[in-house]
Every structure is written in C-alpha cells, then in structure tokens.
C-alpha cells in the first residue's frame, strides 16, 4: 500500500524518460509478435491481415493442445502440492522448535539458487536410478521441488510479521484451536499463500531445462513443443499461441489482482 | 462488587536452571487495580501468562474466588488480557476486533452490534470504527485492545504494560482513563508495568517484584514509606541510602527512637521506626531526597531527632518545579546526599542556593527509615 504520491512539476524528468524506456524495450517484442500474427504470409514480410493462423492453431494443431493440456495439468498439480506443502512447512518451521531446523531452512533454499541444469540432471539421474518411468509424474515431482522454495519463501516472510500473539489474543477472546487458525492464521497469512500459488503456476507453465531433462515420450509441455516447433523454422503459429497466452495470462492476473484486493480488505 | 479474587498460591516458573518465578505468593481481591511492579526480566510477564493460561507454572496453585483454573485453557478462563503488542487482528477493522469475541459466540447481530458501540464509546474511538489498526495511532489501537478484552465482560483484566510503547504525556492520559474504565466495570484489574509512577499513581495495591520473588505487597503509601528491603526503597522513587549499624534503641512516642552509625556518613543519625531492632544489627539508613531540608544558615532547632550535616552543594540541577542538589558532605566521607527542594514561592528562602555554597542539610529522625540490608 502506497500513501505517498509523489508528484513533479515539469512533466519530463529523468524518472520519466526510464519509465518510457523500460516500456519500450519490455513491450516492443511483444507487439512485433502480435502485430506479425495477423500477418497473412509466413515470413517478416508483412502481406494483408488475416486470422488463418488462429485457424491452424485453434483447429490444425492436436499434439500442440495435447502439450497444453500436459502443461495445464502438471502446473495446477505441482503449485497445489507445493503450495500445501510450502506453507505448512514455513509454520512449522517458524512456530516449533526441533533439531535440524535451520539445517532445514537453508536446504529449503537450494532448489532455488542452483542453475536449472544442475536441477534438471541431478534429478534426471535419480530417477533412472530409482528406475522411475520418466514421463507426467517425473515432470510433475520436478517441479513441485522447484516451486517449494517460493512458496515457504514468501510464506516465511508473511509470518515475519507475523505477531505471534495474535494467536494468544484469539485464544484468550474464546477461540478453540480451530477457530484460530480459520479466523486468524489462515486469514493473515493467504496473500501471501495465494500469491506463491501464482508463482508457481506460472514458473510451472513457463519451465523449460528442468522439464527437458526429465519427460518422457508424450509427456511433452507447451515450451518443450514450442522449441521442437521452432527447430523446423518458426512458424506463425508460435506467433498467434503467443498473443493467445499474453491475453490469458492479462486476464488471470488481473482476476487475481482484484481477487487479493478483497482477500486482504474483507476477510 | 463484580470480578473475582485471584489467588497466587507457592507459584515456581523455571526455564531450564534458571527461576523466572521463584515461590510467588499473591491475593488480588476482588474489584481490585492491583499492580506487578519491577524491572525488566523480573518475571511479571511470566506470572501474567500463567494466569491467563499460556504458560504453566512447574508447582503451585492459581484460583479464581476459590476455584483452580489451572487445568482451564485460556479460552476457558473468566480473565481476557490486554497485550504489551497490541496484539489486534490486523485484518480486521477496528470494530470486527471488538466484535471478534462475540461474533465467536454467535452472538446475534443487534446484540453485537449495540454492545460494540458501547465499548468504542467507553474507550472513545468512535470515529475510528472503519479502520483497520495499520491506519491507527499507537494510543488508538491500545485503546481498541482494551475494548476488545473488556467487551466479554471477563471478572479479570490483565495488562500487560499497556502503556509502555506511548509517549510519557499519552501515557499520563490513558493511565487516567484506565483507571476511570477500572471505576466503571468495576473488575479485578492486574496491571503490569516496570514504571514506578505509574503503579504509585493508580494502584490500589502493589506486589515489587525482583528475580523472580514479590519483596513486598502494599498500598502505593506504604510501599513509598515504608519500603521493606533496600530494593523497594532505590526502585520506588529515589533516595539516599547507606548501609549502618544500630547502637542504641528505646520507646519513642508510639515506636522506637534508634541511634544508628553510618560511616557513609562519617557520623550518627536518629531515625524512628515502628518496629525495634537489637543494638549491633546490620541494616540499610534510608532517606528520600525530599524529605532532606537545605539551608545556607544552620536550622535553628537543636533538638535531638533533628540531623544536620554540613556541606558543599556540588551540583544543582534545576528542573522546572523543583530543584535537585547533590551535596557534599563537610567530612572525611565526601558522601554526595541528594536533596530536592520544591519551588512553592517565589526567594521564599531569601536568596537561592548556587554553585559551591556552603549549605546545612537536614531531617528529622521520622523522615528517615531503616530497611532490611538484604541485596535484593
Ligand atoms: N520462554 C522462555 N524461555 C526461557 N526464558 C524465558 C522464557 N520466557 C521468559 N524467560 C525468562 O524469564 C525471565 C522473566 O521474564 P518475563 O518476561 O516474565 O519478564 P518481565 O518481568 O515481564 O520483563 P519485562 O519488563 O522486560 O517485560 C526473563 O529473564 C526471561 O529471560
Ligand atoms: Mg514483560
């Protein structure tokens, strides 16, 4: 929440000119994509608008829909897992005290900090060593260990500030153990809940080394269909499944944004 | 009379080797604003957090008029706390915390609705009941704690140094209004504070604590007067004190007249006290600095439970409605006496005293007491 407003008196100030570069260089790739989806020929030459490849995409492309659907799955799947499990680890972590806890904390980091290739093997190897089928569970297990960290991250740092007695207050007013955590822990502490579910979606959609290393045959995501797209040329369909995407992904988080807005006025 | 008497029986707390509480024994009577004071790390909050139920003490028994409430959780128990943190719901507005304890109960919307207006009133928040506590000042939302754990109509209220996170005119103010809500609930009230003044100002009675153990239990007059260890007498308010050593002893009036040695002083004082002490015991001379008369001529009565040192005035610290003077005493000892004198009138003692001045200090042997040399 932002009380301060600042205000400048001549309309054209260093901060100004940033802002405009920064939007510039952030949203001018995006518009050339947009703007060559419409394009009717397949190349950089722009011919006359159509929407022939909407058509292709909407309607000529099952195995695109199949790695859809996969990545679909596997996103709402993994943040659900890692969501529970990060944030019950982040209060279990903060509110008891037992041997190995902050041994616990710094490893809860790792998956984090180290490059996605080392992840992406390390994990390819552990599993043809434990001689799991790769394929939508491999993919599914990759990347609910990914998405852990953000979730205790960003719950670990709402309980910070997080007042302990509150919880003593709740009790002490006549709350059971239940009603506490329903009308107090849990209400103060789902943004921070919900905002590392989003996270992990959209790390989860977007993932590309790890899930490489670690599906199997028709297993494919959306990104790992899209790279094996663009090795026989880029076709304009990338294009088109962009702007569809830039669009969806608008509407979630708009929806959301309001969504916490409310979360955190009225609960 | 509402609220319930509250009785701390043997009470011992420890964490590992260490004695938080250390065989605590207190009655809090009924409609009582009875205070815990001492310094920080005492034990006060650990002696409150068994009573309101977050904590367990090791042995020892706690009643409300009679009953054991020791095996009741917090929820259970007729006491609601008011926490040093504020502790509101920061989700919340200002009237859903006042509410919360009801809305737990089911309690009907009218009913909630008149009650919690009733209690914003009393703590005069009106105009605030729309806001959530980011938006409030430090005093606001100390005034919303204590609505929210006055609106169960508990037989209890604690508080845990309510005021402590307030500026000292703030404080004054609410210190005043806490006792004006105390006047209307009429409940039993357990205030803990580590501030002399503000337990003297409001309590009907008052437990000193120190490491763990209640030294003495009283009204804020006969805490401030008749202090019964060296500690109570330097933490309630300041004084002189100096170790000494009784020489004679005989009926004075109705107590006991007591010639002591005190070598801090290089000399022998008189001093009365209620109860007779064996010639020869080791105890503590004590006087409040503003007890101490200072004058630059010497005071004209000689009579014997007068004692009048003579000394150098080697600080004079002005403060407004008074001025505070160390003074050196004229001796081998070089004992500084702190004295206070009160500015009532304008050069009613003829010309002020200064820098350097060669001045008599004095007090009668009523104004001075002997307490127990104990380290404590
Ligand atoms: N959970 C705990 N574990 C270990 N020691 C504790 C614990 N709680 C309190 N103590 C110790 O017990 C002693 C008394 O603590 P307590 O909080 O009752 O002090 P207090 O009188 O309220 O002090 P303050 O005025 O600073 O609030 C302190 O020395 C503290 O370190
Ligand atoms: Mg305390």
Known sequence: ?267 | MKGVEVNVQRVSRSYGDFKALDDVSVTIKKGEFFSLLGPSGCGKTTLLRIIAGFDFPDSGSVEFDSKNILPLPPDKRQSNTVFQTYALFPHLTVYENIAFPLRLRHVDKETIDKKVLEYVRLVQLEDHIYKKPSMLSGGQKQRVAIARALINEPSVLLLDEPLSALDAKLRQNLLIELDQIHDKVGITFIYVTHDQSEALSVSDRIAVMNKGKVLQIGTPYEIYEAPSTRFVAQFIGETNSFPCTILSCEPYEEEYLMRVQVPALNGEVSVTDYKAQPVGTQMDFTVRPEKVRISSNPPRSTVKELNTFKGIVEEPVYSGFQSKFYVKLDNESSTLVKVFKQHTAFLEDGPDIEWKDTVYVSWTASDGYLVKDTAR
């Open chain 1, 1 to 267: 929440m932002n009380y301060h407003k600042y205000s400048s008196k001549s309309g054209f100030s260093f901060s100004y000119v940033m802002l405009a570069l920064v939007i510039v260089f952030l949203f001018i790739p995006l518009f050339v994509v947009v703007f060559f989806s419409f394009n009717s020929a397949r190349g950089m030459q722009w011919d006359h608008a159509s929407l022939i490849w909407y058509k292709r995409l909407i309607f000529e492309s099952p195995s695109l829909w199949s790695a859809f659907r996969n990545s679909l799955i596997i996103a709402l799947t993994s943040s659900v897992t890692a969501t529970v499990l990060g944030s019950l680890a982040a209060i279990g972590i903060k509110w008891y005290r037992f041997h190995g806890r902050s041994y616990i904390t710094t490893v809860s980091y790792l998956p984090m900090v180290l490059p996605e290739v080392i992840i992406g093997i390390s994990m390819l190897i552990f599993f043809s060593a434990v001689k799991v089928r790769l394929g939508m569970f491999t993919i599914f297990a990759a990347h609910t260990t990914f998405n852990l960290p953000f979730v205790f991250m960003m719950v670990s740092a709402r309980l910070d500030e997080f007042d302990y007695s509150t919880v003593e207050a709740a009790r002490d007013l006549g709350a059971n153990e239940r009603q506490t955590l329903t009308k107090v822990i849990i209400p103060t502490i789902i943004p921070a809940v919900l905002s590392g579910f989003l996270m992990c979606i959209t790390m989860s959609l977007e993932d590309f080394v790890i899930t490489f290393f670690v599906s199997g045959p028709g297993s494919g995501t959306l990104p790992l269909y899209v790279y094996s797209m663009i090795r026989y040329g880029v076709s304009p369909v990338i294009n088109a499944l962009s702007f569809v995407m830039i669009l969806g992904t608008m509407v979630i988080a708009f929806i959301f944004r309001k969504f916490l807005k409310t979360v955190a006025a009225s609960s």
